[in-house]
């Protein structure tokens, strides 16, 4: 992202399979949290000893709207699409019950900007980066990330089989995700790309051609050409986004408390197969994206 960045709907559900082994960027085994961040003893994260916003409550933050196949229906508090699942895994795992999230509504861009934060973390396709984490913690990565390029099936870009082939493209992104850091670092084109505020601006624009192509992640990408812009396609998929393999982590306030305690469930959701249980629901099985080289 994030798409970036943002279930599919019960009716789609063939449209959204990603393999696994094709879909996610390699496996990073380092973690996003701080080193700083990760002496917090086991009795600190014992359930009714995390030092939350809210006494008893976990406060989740994510962006409004809250795209498909990441949340379903606008509604994060569904427990429905990948990360509303993810975050109340998280929250049994730190020991509260899906009645005790708190949903805040927090601006992608927001989130891991520099100041006191009005969550106790933040789920909302975010890139772990080493820019980032000057200003915020993260946890350990929960999501392996493909960034992915969309055209519409009648433009002449919808051929492209390498990264060369888009560079005389009109290329469209949201501003401030690893989306924009594929087309300026990886494609770079000869034209200025377009920057949007949200993805459904990029979408219109591409809809309506004021773009070639739009950038995004994968599992982004095949909802909108399933579900949203179905006159567009899937052009193809990066092999790693910027050239380094890039992951999705809950996003905390620098020196947070918790990002050992958020970091250690995460990392336990990942060993148990329940992250890639849900990740097999949600977002993957087996669609062929090529690769652009």
Not at 27 to 37: F, H, K, L, M, V
Not at 175 to 201: C, E, H, M, Y
Request: aromatic share 8%; glycine share 8%; proline share 5%.
């Amino acid at each position: 992202m994030h798409l970036t960045a943002r279930s599919l709907l019960p009716a789609l559900p063939a449209l959204l399979v990603i393999a696994a082994a094709t879909a996610c960027a390699p496996q990073d085994t380092s973690t996003g949290a701080d080193a700083s961040s990760s002496g917090s003893s086991a009795s600190a994260c014992d359930p009714g000893a995390l030092a939350t916003r809210a006494k008893g409550k976990l406060t989740v933050g994510t962006d409004k709207p809250a795209y498909a196949p990441w949340f379903q229906d606008d509604d994060p508090a569904s427990g429905k699409g990948f990360e509303s699942a993810v975050t109340y895994a998280v929250a049994k795992a730190l020991g509260y019950e899906k009645n005790q999230v708190v949903w805040q509504t927090v601006p992608f861009n927001n989130s891991f900007a520099p100041g006191e934060k009005n969550f106790d973390f933040d789920i909302n396709q975010v890139s772990i980066s080493d820019e980032r984490k000057k200003a915020v913690d993260f946890s350990s990565g929960y999501y392996d990330v493909r960034q992915a390029v969309i055209a519409l099936k009648d433009s002449p870009y919808a051929k492209a089989t390498t990264a060369a082939g888009l560079k005389d493209a009109k290329l469209g992104a949201q501003v401030g995700t690893t989306s924009l850091d594929t087309i300026n670092q990886i494609i770079k084109p000869t034209r200025q790309p377009a920057v949007f505020q949200k993805n459904d601006f990029a979408k219109s624009a591409l809809r309506n051609g004021q773009v070639d192509a739009i950038v995004v992640d994968l599992p982004t990408a095949f909802y909108i050409t399933g579900a949203e812009v179905p006159d567009a396609k899937v052009v193809g998929q990066f092999a790693d986004s910027a050239g380094v393999a890039e992951r999705f982590g809950l996003v905390l306030d620098k020196g947070s408390a918790l990002t050992s305690c958020v970091t250690r469930a995460v990392d336990g959701l990942r060993a148990d197969g329940t992250l890639a249980a849900l990740e097999k629901r949600w977002l993957s099985d087996a669609v062929n994206a090529p690769v652009l080289k």
